[in-house]
């Protein structure tokens, strides 16, 4: 798998460190169910997912649209 | 049809023209009393508990490819019982005890080899863990052995024992655990069940689950709705979808391990081995070949194949821990989907939904726990009361916090286990 970092260009699997299901709305507050949501449950799609990456060699969060079945990259941007 | 060793000299003399199928190919019902989701290690063992410990036959195990296609034929067939934490513990030890049983029970040659697990430990601080380890398990009623470096030489000469960065200072010896044949067990526990009248349906994908009330009333497949009072899903690393028909989001991420097979080589490697200083376990087949894997990918996938650098990854461990390795071809390769918890620990619980039962988040330690989940689930879903040894394993534990079984001590968050 070669993920295209929005500013290096595609590069190998091994330079980047794999986050989880880009969830990019992050609670606020104490504790609540969106924080459980948050942090433990997870739509897990069979298929497209966004996912974020982190590029070691730039530092970039990268948001990575992926299909979870054959691997295939459908695209990539810097996450904001 | 039992099997027995007058049986096979008869079928040898008579030119094996008796063999029957094991298993039925039912059509499926309009209606059972339980239909379980998944005809895998674990949902084929649920069918047969039900049937031989509570007297529930009007059962129905729904699977959408064939009997065990699924991570049960995709693993590297460790058996084991060597937690740590209350909960693991004895969950782990009462399955030990039902694989001991099992060919037994099932009529079924397991091909069950307690050969031994050893734990190798490379530091003064991971010898204090080991031990720890050992005391925790022989609380338990299992067995530990704390082996210096002079036995683990005696025992696996081909090592690198005295390694610059990673020399080997002992292992801790789990003898009860070892190896069983995988596809048989999922195979023993079919013709079990199915011999106990239990409809084994094959290729037959759910794709509704049916709730009214709160109430789970049966299943939409593709051959027909199928009414249910109960309804168990034990489906691996498609647990979050099948609980999505369910309108239920899991704590779960799927992702791929890989697994290798080397070419058959004679005799060298007699115990289950697992490297301290990297994700690494190796063991020998009966067939020859030396079976090892390593970590997860560590990304989300379904491919059921990983990529080079996983690969990579555990060829390094594999050559630093065993030199001689490097002289053996790899035959194959393959990957399983498995269901990650944040906590690295399993779920066998309600699911909320009256009737609807979980079995899921199994990570990458599922074949061992095969009989005993199988047991604890037929448990739950016959009594709807928890098997003690399972009662642990909740649903609502990231929710609440409450009794989160982190063995690894990394921390209850996804893609840290």
Known sequence: MRIPCPHCGPRDLREFTYKGAALMDRPTGDWSEAWDAYLHLRDNPAGRSEDLW??????????????TVNHAIHGARAAQ | ????????????????????????????RADYDIVIIGGGGHGLATAFYLAKEHGLTNVAVLEKGY?????????????????????????????LKLWEGMEQELNFNTMMSQRGVINLFHSDGQRDHA????????????????LDRTQIRERLPFLDHDNGRFPIYGGLYHPRGG???????????????????????????????????GRVTGV??????????????????????VAAMAGMRLPIESHVLQAFVTEGLKPCLDHVVTFGMGHFYISQSDKGGLVFGGDLDFYASYAARGNLPGAEHVMEAACTLMPSITKARVLR??????????DGSPIIDHSGIEGLYLNCGWCYGGFKAVPGSGFSFAHLIATDSHHAPAARFRLDRFTTGRGLMDEEGTGAQHNLH
Request: hydrophobic share 35%.
């Open chain 2, 131 to 146: 031990a720890r380890r050992g005391n925790a398990m022989a609380i338990q009623g299992d067995d530990a052995i704390l």
């Open chain 2, 179 to 213: 190896t069983a044949r995988h596809d048989a067990v999922a195979w023993g526990y079919a013709r079990a069940a199915d011999s106990r009248g239990v409809d084994l349906i094959q290729n037959c994908e759910v794709t509704g689950i049916d709730i009214e009330n």
């Open chain 1, 54 to 67: 982190y590029h070691g060699p730039c530092g970039t969060w990268v948001l990575v649209d992926r299909d």
């Open chain 2, 1 to 28: 049809m039992g099997f027995s060793a007058f049986r096979i000299l008869k079928e040898g003399l008579t030119g094996n023209t008796g063999w029957r199928p094991h298993w039925r190919d039912p059509e499926p």
């Open chain 2, 220 to 241: 939409q497949t593709t051959r027909g709705a199928i009414r249910a009072r109960k309804v168990g899903i034990v489906v691996a690393g498609r647990s979050s979808q």
């Open chain 2, 67 to 95: 009997l065990g296609g699924g991570n049960v034929g995709r693993n590297t067939t460790i058996v084991r019982a060597n937690y740590c934490l209350p909960g693991n513990s004895q969950f782990y030890s009462h399955s």
């Open chain 2, 333 to 342: 390769s393959w990957g399983g989907i498995m269901d990650m918890t944040p």
